[in-house]
């Protein structure tokens, strides 16, 4: 009996939480890791992009609600997502236009891309503020739980509850759904191998005919859509607050270069990996011992190898240990 | 002459790496440039490819001025390349990297894949595994297949047996034989210049960026001092 | 020369621009925005070193402020006996413990061959955590339960705190050191990212270690290296020289009250004026002594042997410069200049708030100083922290002022102008990031591009 109860503990405060954070990390690992593939560049305003998606999709998610329209148990803002994409589309081909291509066309360095792409980042930071303000926004409705802790322990006379949030469950499924179809389109279409074929080998691609400007738009068109559905996802669960998307740019970058900069496949595990390292090190498991333990053995204290402050350390020490010893990323080359 | 290119000059930045140089080449027709390093011969091949701004030249395919075509415009024309380095994609599958060769392609490609295992047997039972993880000699021949995809009728290589044993050499310019075979005109840039002689119709020699020699393989090959100076006696 | 010309010009129009300032607004205020002006200037000289003569991007900035600002805590503030006492041996024992261990991986590294000695290195530094929660965590409860109100921390040394500017940048160089080991074999995106992640560690600690710096209950009224405002009214000599500046602003005043008055006012005014006076000509004089070692630097053997590394690392290598220790050096040096300005910054706002540190504000900002000022310039990265901190901070007012003549017939109250005005703030990132955009497009070496030095 008592372990069951650990491992529902386990589920509830660990893998229920990872599976949720890594999905959230992976869409924002893939689509830094497609920009950086294909584009050649670490985008270091990509916190504050899903922060202006995420925006976009609350700005009209409100405009749905005071319409009445609503989605039932499933949160509005999903009916919301396809106007942040296309918004989001718009402001990466504009800035893309404006800024990127110039410094493309001239063969710049990869510091200069990132010094701009911080320009960037200033622009969205303050264009998100000055809409929307800095504050928290909640705009989760529908239906909260799938089932909660004591919902759980009712029906199953356990002594641990298991909650399920709705957020935590959509998130899964749509990154599956969206995971699934991209990486469809990216290994088994024409256009999607293609990409591939151009953020491997620029050159080979341009002399197979392939047209870098079909390649490029249709980047910024996908890293819009995982942007949006990441931050909209991410806001959902937690909350809206501008600040701390930028905050969740660092565990991406980690994830993504676990996971091979440049192989999105990579970047999708790299997310989990990244959210399974952190959440797992930072839970206190006192009571997992307790409930496994004989009694005499049970400890005292937390047992918690790392506090949660330190979270940063540990996305710190996974890619500090990967790029000096697997700086090609620890998924190279395998396929799905 | 199927394809050619006449008094082409120029170089990067403000430096002519090659002055005044011309080659031709005829449907199936093996013509080698060749010359010490640095003499211009990769360079000379891009100058063709539209890759290299030319300060003056022209290049001619079939009677039509190229010269003013860009790159993909000539690989649209028919003309097919295989760089040196660099010429696969690594992480695509052998199979893919057919599929990207065909990619201005509509029709057929399954069919051409097909062809391009019969010509290249032992890269067939590789379709399905990343071109990066292939050995050396293996990679070359999904290069040439990779450029080969389009039905060029010009193929051009860029030192296709560099860096590989000789028994490779060997196989490669086997291949290379076998696709002359299918009327294509081939023209490549060679380091290995006595066995590109032996397999080629015509040869060029390049020294410092000007044409020096030309001639049939035979007369390059058993010249006196052609052999002394650049065959290594 | 045109650059020497070029840095007259503009530092002419700053101080034009300062005078106005002082006219139209305050003399106090432009007093502080030259203080911070100076400040940031050398936090961009640090980063220009390491960025403009190395090409090293470290986005850790904000780490080696903070570290600067705990060093003025750890320096400056008197110790607390008790919390000494209650745990000052167990933290003794830890930090020996944590450099032994340091040491120890170093030295596995550097000596050893064994095959798996990566997964050594590695398995130590796990097995590091909970062996030094087990040997500090008692002491530091114990430590932090001593007032926790107003104490909760050991406090520092007690020392003047001009010393803690020193040891701040001591210190900056020493974790620079453990991170340039680690990190700069890496290349430049790579780096920034590590550099970004760790000074996020860097916060984390100073955030929640409270028993070290009280953490985000933050440390206030720390010393100063100038004299009080409330002392300067005090004494007998300030207001004599007030009184004798303003003779004939006061002589004017016939009302023996109102003369008092009035004298009393400019008192207290002018004793804000004349502390921060004193702060502008210490940290003025930093500034300068800092400008003529790293101009004299530039000049030397050294400074062209690591701007031939910048140009050209793999010729530098292969004329036998041991580039990875060269980078070190600069980034160590560099760190610690920034050390010292962060150190110089808490000085000056006499309070440490480790919550205050966020990356936009403390490392990206500081980065629009340098690559606007002229990467690889002295002058230039010190034109960058002036010119960059004026616009920051006149910013807002500058808005508020536009907003009120461009909605000036609009309603106070209306949503509108009320949102726009609440938004003042966020205006200046607005301003930084285009600002950014521009420089980098049309003007990429910045505003005082390096100069080609022949010497």
């Known amino acids: ?336 | 002459m199927y394809f050619s290119a006449k008094n082409l000059t120029g170089g990067y930045g403000g430096i002519n790496i090659i002055e005044d140089c011309s080659f031709e080449v005829n449907q199936g027709e093996i013509v080698s440039i060749l010359g010490p390093n640095g003499a211009g011969k990769s360079t000379a091949m891009k100058a063709m490819l539209g890759i290299l701004n030319l300060k003056c030249g022209e290049v001619l395919l079939n009677g039509e001025n190229i010269s003013d075509f860009k790159t993909q415009e000539r690989i649209k024309s028919g003309i097919s390349f295989v760089p040196q380095t660099q010429n696969i994609f690594t992480e695509l599958t052998v199979q893919e990297n057919l599929e990207m060769g065909a990619f201005l392609i509509q029709e057929g490609i399954n069919e051409r894949i097909e062809k391009m295992f019969d010509l290249f047997p032992i890269i067939k039972e590789k379709r399905n595994q990343f071109a990066g993880e292939l050995s050396g000699g293996q990679r070359q021949q999904v290069a040439i297949a990779r450029a080969l995809m389009t039905n060029p009728k010009v193929l051009m290589l860029d030192e296709p047996t560099a860096g590989v044993s000789p028994v490779i050499m060997d196989e490669i310019f086997q291949h290379i034989l076998n696709i002359k075979k299918q009327n294509i005109a081939i023209l490549m840039v060679e380091q290995n210049a006595r066995q590109a002689l032996e397999i080629s119709d015509r040869g060029y020699i390049l020294v410092t960026g000007k044409n020096a020699y030309e001639g049939n393989g035979d007369y390059l090959l058993n010249d006196e001092e052609i052999r002394k100076s650049f065959l290594g006696g | 020369m045109k650059n020497n010309f070029d840095v007259k010009i503009a530092f002419s129009i700053i101080a034009i621009l300062f005078i106005f300032v002082g006219i139209f607004q305050s003399w106090g205020f432009a007093l502080s925005i030259l203080n911070l002006c100076l400040i940031s200037a050398v936090m961009s000289m640090g980063v220009n070193i390491q960025w403009g003569f190395s090409g090293l991007i470290n986005f850790g900035v904000m780490g080696f402020l903070a570290i600067g600002g705990l060093a003025t805590v750890l320096v400056s503030v008197p110790p607390v006996y008790e919390a000494w006492s209650a745990g000052g041996k167990g933290i003794l024992l830890s930090a020996i413990f944590i450099i032994l261990v340091i040491y120890l991986i170093f030295l596995i590294n550097k000596k050893i061959k064994f095959k798996y000695k990566n997964y050594l290195i590695v398995s130590l530094v796990i097995l590091l955590i909970p062996l030094m929660k087990f040997i500090s965590g008692p002491s530091i409860n114990a430590i932090e339960s001593i007032d926790a109100a107003t104490s909760g921390y050991l406090g520092g040394l007690d020392l003047p705190i001009v010393f803690s500017w020193f040891v701040g940048a001591i210190l900056a160089a020493l974790v620079a050191f453990v991170i340039g080991k680690i990190c700069l074999g890496l290349r430049s995106d790579y780096l920034a990212i590590s550099t970004l992640l760790i000074s996020g560690i860097i916060i984390s600690l100073v955030k929640h270690e409270e028993w070290l710096s009280r953490g985000v209950k933050n440390v206030i009224g720390l010393k100063r290296p100038v004299p009080y405002e409330i002392d300067l009214q005090n004494s007998i000599w300030f207001p004599k020289l007030i009184e004798f500046l303003n003779s004939s602003v006061l002589s004017s005043i016939s009302n023996l009250d109102k003369r008092t008055a009035m004298l009393t006012d400019l008192v207290i005014s002018s004793s804000g004026v004349f502390v921060k006076l004193c702060f502008s000509i210490i940290f003025a004089l930093v500034l300068i002594v800092l400008l003529i070692f790293s101009e004299k630097a530039l000049r030397s053997p050294w400074g062209r042997m690591m701007r031939a590394i910048r140009d050209n690392e793999d010729a530098a290598k292969a004329m036998g410069k041991n580039v990875v220790k060269r980078h070190l050096h600069i980034f160590m040096i560099g760190s610690a200049i920034i050390g010292f300005a962060g150190a110089m910054l808490v000085t000056y706002d006499g309070l440490f708030t480790p919550s205050s540190y966020q990356p936009l504000r403390y490392t990206f900002l500081i980065w629009v100083m340098v690559l606007l000022g002229g990467t690889g310039n002295n002058y230039g990265a010190i034109l960058g922290g002036f010119v960059v901190w004026f616009i920051w901070i006149e910013s807002a007012p500058f808005a508020l002022f536009l907003i009120n003549i461009l909605l000036s017939n609009v309603d106070d109250g209306n949503s509108f102008k009320v949102h726009m005005v609440e938004s003042i703030p966020y205006f200046r990132y607005l301003m930084m990031g285009l600002g950014l955009l521009l420089v980098m497009r049309y003007r990429p070496k910045g505003l005082l591009p390096e100069k080609i030095i022949r010497s």
């Not at chain 1, 504050?135 to 006379?157: H, L, Q």
């Not at chain 1, 256009?191 to 080979?204: F, I, P, V």
């Not at chain 1, 498991?285 to 005499?296: D, T």
């Open chain 1, 1 to 336: 009996m008592d372990f069951i109860n650990s491992i529902v503990l386990l589920t509830n405060f660990i893998f229920v939480p990872a599976l949720t954070y890594g999905s959230q990390l992976a869409l924002g690992a893939i689509g830094v890791t497609l920009i950086y593939g294909v584009l050649r560049f670490a985008n270091f305003a990509y916190g504050d992009l899903m922060a202006f998606s995420t925006m976009l999709v609350i700005l009209f998610t409100w405009y749905l609600q005071s319409k009445g329209i609503s989605l039932g148990i499933l949160p509005t803002a999903i009916l919301a997502i396809p106007i942040g994409i296309i918004g989001t589309i718009f402001i990466n081909l504009f800035f893309d236009k404006t800024v990127f291509e110039y410094y493309r066309n001239k063969k710049s360095s990869p510091v200069t891309f990132i010094v701009v792409s911080l320009g960037i980042m200033f622009v969205l930071n303050a264009i998100v503020r000055i809409i929307i303000g800095p504050n928290d926004i909640n705009f989760m409705d529908g239906e909260r739980f799938i089932i909660k802790a004591n919902e759980f322990k009712k029906i199953t006379g356990l002594d641990e509850g298991l909650a399920i949030k709705s957020t935590q469950f959509i998130t899964l499924i749509i990154t599956i759904i969206t995971c699934s179809v991209l990486f469809y389109f990216l290994n088994k279409t024409k256009t999607g191998k293609s990409m591939r074929a151009y953020s491997n080998n620029e050159d080979l691609a341009l002399l197979s005919g392939i047209d870098p400007s079909k390649i490029i738009f249709l980047t910024w068109v996908i890293v819009s859509i995982l942007a949006t559905i990441a931050g909209t996802l991410y806001g959902l669960d937690k909350s809206f607050k501008p600040f701390t998307y930028f905050n969740n740019l660092l565990p991406i970058f980690a994830a993504t270069i676990v996971g091979g900069i440049g192989n999105p496949l990579g970047a999708f595990y790299g997310g989990f990996v990244i959210a399974f390292s952190e959440i797992g090190l930072t839970y206190a498991y006192k009571k997992f011992f307790v409930y496994i333990l004989p009694e005499y053995l049970e400890p005292n204290s937390l047992v918690q190898y790392i506090s949660t402050d330190y979270k940063f350390a540990i996305s710190f020490a996974i890619l500090v240990v990967v790029l000096l010893y697997k700086p090609n990323g620890i998924f190279k080359g395998k396929i799905l």
